[in-house]
């Protein structure tokens, strides 16, 4: 699932990718020119340059866990690596995703997984880039955080409105910049504003609801 890679992960697999090339990962480890074949996470206890296996990537996050505070030692249930599957999925449900192309995306084998698949890996991009997911916190209010507060004051979403743009344009792949969230977001609220004030100036009446309706009134 490297293909769908936040920012963020992006930016510490960097770091550590040239840590390792630098020889500064640890004080065991040489320098290790790296090539396609190197393993992405290397086994730190052993010179040569072997890929870790499931049970030491559990080992690992477990690790990290406990040292964040998010686990207490003696108690490693709490908590799991699986958590962050189920925190994946949870997220990006909640931001509006079809929940289709959220088990695609988690690898999961469903009865559109094909229709999915047709979409193209671009379109699925899109759709997780738009969700924004991220663990570290908004320091400071950007254009784009201001037009959602702002919507969410007008009682909209606005992560569903991102989602529900790039549905809509699916040709458009570069959901996670900034011109494109500010535009959606924009075009969200002047509609919204404009139906407000056209209820404000033409109310519907009791006997405008029983036309559109098709009651006696229409016949």
Known sequence: MGRFATGTAVRYLRLYLKAREEGTLTRYLPPEP???????????????????????????????????????????????????????????????????????????????????????????????????????????LTKVDQLKVFAQGLGLNPERVIVSEAFAEPHRFVVDSEAFQTEALSRAIKENLKNEILKEIFPVSSQDLTLKSGGAAGI
Not at 50 to 56: A, F, P, T, V
Not at 84 to 113: C, E, N, S, W
Not at 124 to 139: D, K, M, V
Request: with cysteine; net charge positive; aromatic share 8%.
């Open 34 to 140: 790296l090539c396609d074949d190197s393993p992405l996470i290397r086994d730190e206890r052993l010179k040569e340059a072997r890929g870790i296996g499931e049970k030491q990537v559990s080992q690992v996050v477990s690790r990290l866990m406990r040292k964040a505070g998010i686990v207490l030692l003696g108690d490693p249930y709490k908590v799991k690596v699986h958590s962050l599957r189920k925190f994946f999925k949870t997220q990006l449900l909640a931001l509006g995703v079809q929940p289709d192309y959220v088990d695609y995306m988690m690898g999961h084998t469903i009865d559109t997984y094909h229709d999915v698949k047709s979409k193209g890996i671009e379109f699925l991009r899109g759709i997780y880039a738009a969700g924004n997911l991220t663990l570290e916190p908004r320091q400071k």
